[in-house]
């Protein structure tokens, strides 16, 4: 990849709504991404390979659970500084961001919210350094969007629980020390199991084959009668909301990160636009190619206003799961217009790794349906504003 020249658009002078300690934390994450992965991540993306020797920086730069309190190792972050280091990350790539907001909303936030002292003590230091890395067991073969169904299931056993299922498409889980899973009790209740590596009958096997989001590594969770001490089970909420309130402070993660990725685009298409020549002119100076940059920063521009007062919001506690739906949906998806855009911009040069446009674009089909797919998140909002759920259908006489 060419060296990396990235300056974040600001059209809207977003950066005034900056606190000094918010400027810094962006400046040492985009510092540290600039050194430590730009000049790496296409080899580790062509090769299909996660940076494993980046975790400690990561944890150094406190991408592990910013918001996380000092009393339990973390930097105490506030809302908007956890958004704009996901978005340094996203900036470079998906799936290094990935690695982060899994660590920090779905092993470490769970841990922190629904935890007790114990289980908080015992993970969330090395969890906030990357001395240990988690992954997050939701989805299912059979049970993607509708994790209600989930069949992964626990039972009692004195001391223990027994659990059995199966996870697929977990982030993480080919190298994680811990799995927070989701799994039903006896009674079909959903509770969270911090569930260790070396358990006898767990094992993370690797899934292959994507064409997207090469450089975070992805992997089933498989359980065959694994002994679960009850001391794991994180005691203080359960049921279908415990997951879906991680998922929550992911997607806020994801808002930010997706919004990065077009950033990284735009400012590529507008630099290359400036630079190549065609026609005795540079490509810049045509009205068709001004159309493409004009509304590519009217649409960074908006999300960024989005976004912030999303932050905002949630930094006061009053960010609700669909605002937060309607942000990761609308960014993701300017995010992917913008990087279609950008890669036409740069011709024939846009499909190489020259350029991170290809990769952003092709890591962005995953982040379009994870966490809530697309159009999950459309029916989301669609529930708000009627009061009316459209996620189920009975189903027609055929
Ligand atoms: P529904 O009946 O609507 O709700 C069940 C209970 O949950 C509560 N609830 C929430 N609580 C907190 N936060 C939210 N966002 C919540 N949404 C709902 C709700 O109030 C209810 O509580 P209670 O007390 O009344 O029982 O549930 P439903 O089964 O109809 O499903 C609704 C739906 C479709 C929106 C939900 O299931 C959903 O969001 N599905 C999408 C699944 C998903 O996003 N999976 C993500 C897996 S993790 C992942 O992708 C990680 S990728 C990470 C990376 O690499 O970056
Ligand atoms: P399905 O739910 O089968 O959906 C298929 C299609 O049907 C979609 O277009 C969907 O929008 C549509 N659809 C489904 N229900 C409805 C409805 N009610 N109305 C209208 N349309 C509907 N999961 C984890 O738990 N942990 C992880 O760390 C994790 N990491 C991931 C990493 C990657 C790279 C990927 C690709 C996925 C990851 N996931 C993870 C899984 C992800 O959350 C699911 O893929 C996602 O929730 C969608 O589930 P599904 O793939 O089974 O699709």
Avoid at 223 to 231: C, D, E, G, M, T
Avoid at 375 to 387: A, F, K, Q
């Amino acid at each position: 990849m060419a060296t990396d020249q990235y300056t974040h658009p600001d059209y809207y002078a977003m950066d005034d709504f900056l606190t000094d300690e918010q400027k810094l934390v962006r400046d040492a994450a985009r510092a540290w991404v600039k050194k430590e992965v730009s000049p790496i991540i296409e080899d580790n993306y062509e090769n299909c390979t996660f940076p494993r020797h980046l975790l400690k920086g990561l944890g150094e730069i406190g991408a592990f659970g910013p918001y996380i309190p000092e009393e339990y190792g973390g930097p105490g972050l506030d809302q908007i500084s956890y958004g704009i280091i996901m978005q340094e990350l996203e900036r470079c790539d998906s799936g290094l961001r990935s690695t982060a907001s899994v660590q920090s909303s779905l092993v470490m936030y769970p841990i922190w919210k629904y935890g007790n002292e114990e289980q908080r003590m015992k993970y969330l230091p090395k969890l906030g350094t990357g001395e240990m890395i988690g992954c997050f067991g939701l989805t299912e073969p059979d049970h993607g969007s509708n994790p209600g169904g989930m069949i992964t299931n626990f039972k009692d056993d004195g001391d223990y629980v027994i659990l059995n299922g199966a996870k697929m498409w977990i982030s993480n889980a080919p190298f994680a020390d811990i799995a927070v899973v989701w799994a039903k009790n006896e009674e079909g209740r959903i509770h969270g199991l911090v569930v260790e590596r070396g358990m006898e009958g767990f094992s993370t096997p690797e899934m292959h084959g994507k064409h997207s989001l090469r450089a975070s590594a992805t992997g089933e969770l498989i359980f065959v009668n694994v002994r679960v001490p009850k001391a794991n089970i994180l005691p203080n909420k359960s049921g279908l909301g415990a997951p879906l309130g991680c998922l929550d402070s992911a997607r806020f993660g994801i808002a930010w990160g997706a919004l990065g990725a077009a950033m990284d685009c735009y400012d590529q298409a507008l630099r290359y636009s400036k630079e190549r020549t065609q026609f005795g002119v540079p490509i810049g100076g045509f009205q068709l190619i001004q159309k493409k940059l004009a509304e590519m920063i009217t649409e960074i521009t908006k999300a960024q206003l989005l976004t912030f007062r999303l932050g905002q919001l949630r930094n006061d506690g009053r960010a609700t799961s669909a605002q937060i739906s309607m942000a990761k949906r609308n960014n993701v998806e300017i995010a992917l217009d913008i990087a279609r855009e950008a890669r036409q911009i740069h011709g024939a040069m846009g499909i190489t790794n020259e350029y991170s446009i290809m990769r952003h674009m092709a890591n962005l089909e995953s982040v379009l349906t994870y966490e809530g797919t697309h159009d999950v998140h459309l029916l989301i909002t669609g529930m708000d504003i009627t009061g009316i759920p459209a996620f189920t259908r009975e189903m027609p006489e055929l």
